[in-house]
C-alpha cells in the first residue's frame, strides 16, 4: 500500500510555538500533499510538493519531502488557535491510471492551547 | 477563488432507501472523483471518473454504488440501497489535469443512515 502515516497521531502545543507532523509513506511517489481538515469539515488543500522538490514553503508552512526515506514532514510556525484542526498527508504513486488518485493517511490531531 | 460544491450538506435516510449525492467539479476540471470519510477514521478512496466512465474503483465502491454524470456540470454519487455502515461523510472531488495537479475537495455530505 502507498498509504501515507502519519505522526503523531495528536499534538497539543501552546500558541505562538511550531508545530511539526510527519507522514511516512510505503511505496514511490509522483507528489504528496497537505491537507487540512477542521472538525467535521471538508478537506481544504495546502501545499503539494513534487518528487523532485525537497522543500516547499507557503506563508507560515514549510513542507519538506524527503524521498530516500519516503517521509514528509509539515511544519507550522507561530501556531494560532485558527490551526486548530487534523491535518493529512495524501500520496499520489499512479503511473498509468488515467486519474490518479490519492491516498490519505490517517492524519495527525493538532490541538492549539490558547 | 472556483470551489467544487456538493448538495446535500447532511442527509438522514432509512435503511434500504436510495440515496443520490450531488457535486458540481470546478468548470474546468476534468478529473473526478469520491471519497469518504467514516467519523473518526481516514479518508477513503471510492472512485475516479474520466471521460465519461470509471477509471478505477476501490473495495468500497461496490454494485450498490454508482457515478454518472448526467450532463456538463454535475457529478453524481449514488448508493442503491443504504446500510447503516454507509454512514459517513462523502466528499467529492475534482483536478484539471494529471501530474502533480492539486485535488481539490468539496465541504462533503454528511450521510446518516437509520
Known amino acids: 500500500s502507498q498509504q501515507g502515516e502519519e505522526d503523531p497521531q495528536a499534538l497539543s502545543i501552546q500558541e505562538g510555538e511550531n508545530a511539526t507532523m510527519n507522514c511516512s509513506y510505503k511505496t514511490s511517489i509522483n507528489n504528496l500533499q497537505w491537507y487540512r481538515q477542521n472538525s467535521g469539515r471538508g478537506l481544504v488543500h495546502l501545499i503539494l510538493i513534487r518528487s523532485n522538490e525537497r522543500e516547499k514553503h507557503s506563508g507560515r508552512l514549510r513542507v519538506t519531502l524527503d524521498t530516500s526515506k519516503k517521509s514528509s514532514s509539515l511544519l507550522i510556525t507561530a501556531s494560532r488557535a485558527a490551526d486548530t484542526a487534523s491535518y493529512f498527508c495524501?500520496?499520489?504513486?499512479?503511473?498509468?491510471?488515467?486519474?490518479?488518485?490519492?491516498?490519505f493517511g490517517s492524519g495527525t490531531r493538532l490541538s492549539i492551547r490558547p | 477563488e472556483p470551489e467544487v460544491t456538493q448538495t446535500p450538506s447532511h442527509q438522514v435516510t432509512q435503511m434500504g432507501q436510495e440515496v443520490i449525492l450531488r457535486c458540481v467539479p470546478i468548470?474546468?476540471?476534468?478529473?473526478f472523483y469520491w471519497y469518504r470519510q467514516i467519523l473518526g477514521q481516514k479518508v477513503e478512496f471510492l472512485v475516479s471518473?474520466?471521460?465519461?466512465?470509471?477509471?478505477?474503483k476501490s473495495e468500497i465502491f461496490d454494485d450498490q454504488f454508482s457515478v454518472e454524470r448526467p450532463d456538463g456540470s454535475n457529478f453524481t454519487l449514488k448508493i442503491r440501497s443504504t446500510k447503516l455502515e454507509d454512514s459517513a461523510m462523502y466528499f467529492c472531488?475534482?483536478?484539471?489535469?494529471?501530474?502533480?495537479?492539486?485535488?481539490?475537495f468539496g465541504e462533503g455530505s454528511w450521510l446518516t443512515v437509520v
Open positions: 471518473f474520466y471521460n465519461n466512465e470509471i477509471s478505477e
Open positions: 472531488a475534482s483536478t484539471r489535469a494529471l501530474g502533480g495537479n492539486t485535488i481539490y
Open positions: 468548470s474546468n476540471h476534468l478529473y
Open positions: 495524501a500520496t499520489d504513486a499512479n503511473r498509468y491510471s488515467s486519474a490518479s488518485k490519492i491516498i
